[in-house]
């Protein structure tokens, strides 16, 4: 399986500020990386695929980056309602995996 | 707009079978070609990927609970189904599934349900 490895597992940033969330892939997986939002009983949302592609009708302010091994996630202005958990997803391979998560929180 | 909705008993003896039903709306689940999934998350934890059935009908799981699994297909209902035998404690979670299109070769989760929880417990 390949291991998919997030850092950090918890912040806490103030409205505003830039948030930036790594994912390590345990091989390469070129770009096949997706990025989920999770709030509090809810599903996962998908937020980004390919790694840096934005989802329909997903605000501008997340994006994301990397290929290979190693992947950022980023929140350019963090708002309230980003108050939630992140998880990276590989699809190179089968089975499917996911990052541990980041826990995201307001300061 | 799809959606999907899992149903089935929140509650498992340990050593008997989970079984899980998640009904597709808004569209045929035979047509287009889509991966149907189940992933499932303890609580607390991160996210399992357990395993899909193509529009076709073939199967992939994850090697962890192959052993296990089965997940079939009822296109008359518009339904995919889960069923994971000799439950223990450890398979108490959260089981969603999930709809994944051609693209990235069914690895991109793009609808979901809301999840139901599953304990294991006697």
């Known amino acids: 399986d390949i291991q998919m490895t997030q850092s950090p597992s918890s912040l806490s940033a103030s409205v505003g500020d830039r948030v930036t969330i790594t994912c390590q892939a345990s091989?390469?997986?070129?770009?096949?990386l997706n990025w989920y939002q999770q709030k509090p009983g809810k599903a996962p949302k998908l937020l980004i695929y390919?790694?840096?592609n934005l989802e329909t009708g997903v605000p501008s302010r997340f994006s994301g980056s990397g290929s290979g091994t190693d992947f950022t996630f980023t929140i350019s202005s963090l708002q309230p309602e980003d108050i939630a958990t992140y998880y990276c997803?590989?699809?190179?391979?089968?089975?499917?995996?996911f990052g541990q998560g980041t826990k995201v929180e307001i300061k | 707009q799809v959606q999907l909705q899992e149903s089935g008993p929140g509650l498992v003896k340990p050593s008997q079978t989970l079984s899980l039903t998640c009904t597709v709306s808004?569209?045929?689940?035979?047509?287009?070609?889509?991966?149907w999934s189940w992933i499932r998350q303890p609580a607390g934890k991160g996210l399992e990927w357990i395993g899909r059935?193509?529009?076709?009908?073939?199967?992939n799981y994850n090697p962890s609970l192959k052993s296990r699994v089965t997940i079939s297909v009822d296109t008359s209902k518009n339904q995919f189904s889960l069923k994971l035998s000799s439950v223990t404690a450890a398979d108490t979670a959260v089981y969603y599934c999930?709809?994944?299109?051609?693209?990235?070769?069914?690895?991109?989760?793009?609808?979901w349900g809301q999840g139901t929880l599953v304990t294991v417990s006697s």
């Open positions: 091989q390469d997986i070129s770009n096949y």
């Open positions: 997803q590989q699809y190179d391979n089968l089975p499917r995996t």
């Open positions: 059935i193509y529009t076709s009908g073939s199967t």
């Open positions: 808004g569209g045929s689940i035979s047509s287009g070609s889509y991966y």
């Open positions: 390919d790694a840096s």
């Open positions: 999930a709809r994944a299109d051609l693209y990235g070769s069914g690895g991109v989760f793009d609808y």
